[in-house]
């Protein structure tokens, strides 16, 4: 049967529904009212079973399953893949072939797909498409009741259109028309229905805005979440809650959008893998000490004193930290232990190092900035992991000074570290193989190499303090970096530990 296209698309069938339903008139208003084609959302695909069903899915997601589907069941479901018509009609069509004891059947399959969210749910009115909710059904909006767009919703453009999303519900809402957008403008301070429709009609372009269309759009957008008001949740938990941090927070977890999740390939078929290690660049590597792990292990704290020594600590000795100890935490935290190459079973390079990174991308690249270090001149360096070395960038610019002052001023110390380590992420690496969850599978590597250099680091007793943020702009003024293919991600200072701190 094929494959749905654009959301709140209409064959000529779906336009002469809303036109019939239309010409009844808006009850008793005088106006022509705004009816809801319901079609399949964009991406459902229907397939014939062997045995005589019908199986619908969406992408990758489980198929609804409909057993002995009747005539007048495959007549609504062809009309939801065609276009779509009104759920009055939708019935209709059902009784012609079934009679009256199929509508409960149809009714019920009906619901069962707008629950799994495969149906999409368009406004029109006068032979246009207002606004169309995908993945949700429309709430019917409270008589008096006022709404107002939630400061948690965001519009955005994405594949040439309008969309309104909301961290409060799985759906979208796709503006069509300047009459739902008038809608949605109204919307930025509490009305009721009624109060929408006066100020819809005072934007330009949109007198002809009917009390019908106001009120099924109102209603779209609760159905996504996207209006206050609805019982989303108190003030008091919204409080503690930024715009950036719940889309954020939403957009990375399931439960609240069916956006594609996790390990897709999306870019398998476009882009090549970007490469388990960064091209070696131009100059000498400078190799840094390489420790005996035999011999550590013999003759290493004790992890369960590592872990109890464990503390962010923020000021640093009189002694510099030596490169020897620098090249002995790097190493131990962060080198390459091998590579594994791509293979029939492998999509793209791998490797293992002492931290761990989701899927094994390693995306993380650490640079080091020295202030001060016995062994090794002040400058700033890329650690070139798998040949346990550094690279040099540049000596102490403006840039990688303000890079040691920045942290300074976030972690409150009274002088710069004597080591910063700066961590940056090569993104494409990520987002190669994850959908939905690149960035935050990032952060949480980046939590990982944390951990392991705060132990190491306490085991080698040296000071170290992850630091809270930084300026990732003027890392990649520093670096000259391209800020969307690599940038910081986080830092973590290090240095030698004060006498009064040694072995607490």
């Known amino acids: 049967m094929g494959e749905r296209g654009e959301e709140g698309e209409r064959d000529g069938r779906g336009e002469q529904a809303a036109r019939g339903e239309q010409s009844e008139g808006g009850q008793g208003s005088g106006e022509p009212c705004a009816v809801h084609v319901v079609s399949f959302r964009r991406g459902v695909a229907i397939a014939e079973r062997p045995d005589g069903g019908i199986e619908i899915r969406r992408g990758e997601e489980p198929a609804v399953g409909i057993e002995r589907a009747t005539p007048g069941l495959r007549a609504v479901v062809e009309a939801l893949a065609g276009g779509g018509d009104t759920e009055r009609r939708l019935l209709e069509r059902a009784a012609r072939e079934d009679g009256g004891a199929g509508l409960m059947e149809v009714a019920h399959h009906l619901a069962r797909l707008a629950q799994r969210g495969l149906l999409a749910y368009t406004v029109a009115r006068e032979g246009r498409r207002l606004a169309t909710l995908a993945g949700a059904t429309p709430e019917e909006p ?8 939630s400061r948690f919703a965001w519009i955005r453009s994405d594949g040439g259109a309008w969309v309104l999303e909301s961290p409060f519900g799985r759906g ?19 009305r009721t229905v009624e109060e929408v429709l006066r100020a819809a009609r005072g934007t330009g372009g949109t007198g002809g805005t009917s009390i019908e269309a106001v009120r099924a759009i109102v209603g779209l957008l609760l159905g996504c979440g996207a209006l206050d008001g609805g019982g989303r949740g108190s003030e008091e938990a919204l409080a503690g809650w930024t715009f950036h941090d719940l889309a954020f927070h939403t957009r990375s977890r399931q439960g609240r959008h069916d956006a594609p999740y996790g390990a897709t390939y999306a870019h398998r078929e476009t882009l090549a893998p970007s490469p388990a290690v960064k091209p070696r660049p131009p100059g000498e590597i400078v190799p840094l000490h390489r420790p005996d792990l035999e011999a550590l292990a013999a003759t290493d704290v004790p992890f369960t004193q590592v872990l109890e020594r464990r503390r962010s600590i923020r000021e640093h000795g009189e002694r510099p930290i030596r490169a020897e100890q620098l090249g002995e935490l790097l190493y131990r935290a962060a080198r390459i232990r091998r590579i594994e190459e791509r293979s029939s079973g492998r999509a793209y390079e791998q490797t293992r190092r002492p931290y761990p990174s989701g899927g094994a991308c390693h995306a993380l690249e650490l640079y080091p900035v020295v202030r001060t270090c016995d062994g090794l001149g002040p400058g700033l360096y890329h650690y070139r992991a798998d040949e346990h070395g550094l690279s040099a960038l540049s000596g102490l610019t403006r840039e990688a000074v303000a890079l040691l002052e920045g942290a300074r001023s976030a972690m409150g110390a009274s002088a710069p570290p004597q080591v910063l380590i700066v961590v940056a992420a090569r993104f494409p690496r990520v987002s190669w193989v994850y959908e939905s969850i690149a960035y935050a599978t990032i952060l949480k590597d980046v939590g990982g190499l944390y951990q392991t250099l705060y132990l190491v680091a306490s085991a080698m007793d040296l000071a170290a303090c992850a630091v809270g943020g930084g300026d990732s ?11 969307l293919a690599e940038t910081s991600v986080g830092e973590i ?12």
Request: some cysteine; hydrophobic content about 45%; proline content about 2%.
């Open 142 to 149: 409270a008589g008096g009741a006022r709404h107002a767009l």
């Open 172 to 190: 979208r809402v796709e503006i069509h028309d300047a009459e739902a957008a008038a809608v949605c403008h109204a919307l930025a301070e509490p």
């Open 473 to 483: 702009d003027l890392f990649v003024r520093a670096t000259g970096l391209d800020y």
């Open 493 to 504: 200072a290090v240095g030698s530990r004060a006498e009064d701190q040694a072995r607490r």
